[in-house]
Nanobody, 125 residues
C-alpha cells in the first residue's frame, strides 16, 4: 500500500509564495508518476501539474499556473514539490498530491491510484 502525505499549505497574501511538499511511501516510490490537483469549494478537482517517474525534466502544467508554479522531485527523499509563486486569490483551494505506479502523466484524476488528504492553500487579496 502506498501512502501519500502533503504538507506546506497555509495563508498567504496575493503575490506571495508557498512551497508544497508531497512524500510518497514505498520502496519504489521514486518510480511513481506524481501529480498535483486542487479543489475549491463547490468545484471539481482540477489538474495543476504533473511530473513523470523517470525524469524530473518531464513536467506538465495547467495553463492557469504555467509560469508561476514549478513541480520538481527529489527521488532520494521520495518527495515531490510544488513551488507556487505570484499567488492569486483564485489559487485558493485544497491541494492534493496523487501518485500512480507507472510512467506517464494525465490531467484526469481517475488515472492516479493513490491520493493524499490534501493541504489547504488560502490566498488573501
Amino acid at each position: 500500500q502506498v501512502q501519500v502525505v502533503e504538507s506546506g499549505g497555509g495563508l498567504v497574501q496575493a503575490g506571495g509564495s508557498l512551497r508544497l511538499s508531497c512524500v510518497a511511501s514505498g520502496r519504489t516510490a521514486s518510480s511513481y508518476s506524481m501529480g498535483w490537483f486542487r479543489q475549491a469549494p463547490g468545484k471539481e478537482r482540477d489538474f495543476v501539474a504533473a511530473i513523470i517517474s523517470w525524469s524530473s525534466r518531464s513536467t506538465n502544467y495547467a495553463n492557469s499556473v504555467k509560469g508561476r508554479f514549478t513541480i520538481s522531485r527529489d527521488n532520494a527523499k521520495n518527495t515531490v514539490y510544488l513551488q507556487m509563486n505570484s499567488l492569486k486569490p483564485e489559487d485558493t483551494a485544497l491541494y492534493y498530491c496523487a501518485a500512480r505506479g507507472s510512467t506517464g502523466w494525465s490531467a484526469d484524476p481517475s488515472w492516479y491510484h493513490y491520493w493524499g488528504q490534501g493541504t489547504q492553500v488560502t490566498v488573501s487579496s
